[in-house]
């Protein structure tokens, strides 16, 4: 952290604090790097964001996104960053003590609404799924409703569970089908064929 001596000034949205902490630090918290020190940094930065500016993870990450190099940081990430602070201020803590004195927070009146919005819009999703999850529900119920009324009208109708079963099958199906039918129908005409002839031979 950089020795001279600065006013304090009273930060009212995350640009300023992030512009300040660079500026104190020389650490540039959104170059898209694994290196410890800007990797601590970037989550203290977290961390004042939330504890101090009140924002939660999922906006947190929206305005880390809008860093070209990080466009992947979601509210994942945001909450392992805050998780890991804690640790990072363990073994640095009159560091970031002493860095952290140097954040005078009032978020500006545009912020202020931030976390009920945030909850607003996670409730928002929250419903937004249950209600496709519902939406898909609905489609298979209707299928099987369709089912059913098609198996109501061919049950009602004159024709025979196999005349119905007939209908459900393939092409192929159909046609092994017919050709084992055809066979059963010559025998009923060979039998039909012999009854007459006994009949004719009994009159003779």
Known sequence: MKKNKIEIPILKTPKQISDLLISL??????????????????AFFC????????????????YIKKQPELKTYDHATVIHALKMFKVYRTYRAEYFNTLENYFEILPDEDYVEYPRLEQLYN????????????NLKIKKLEKRVDIVKELEKKLN????INEIKYRDLNRTQKKIYDERVAVILKSFDWKKNKNEYEIINCAT
């Not at 928002?124 to 799924?129: D, G, P, Q, V």
């Open 25 to 42: 630090t020389g650490v540039e918290i959104f170059e898209k790097t694994r290196v410890r020190n800007v990797i601590e940094h970037r």
């Open 47 to 62: 961390y004042l964001l939330k504890d101090k500016f009140h924002l939660g993870p999922t906006a947190i990450s929206a």
């Open 123 to 134: 409730q928002y999703k929250e419903i937004k799924n249950k209600y496709k999850a519902a």
């Open 157 to 160: 109708s004159n024709f025979t």
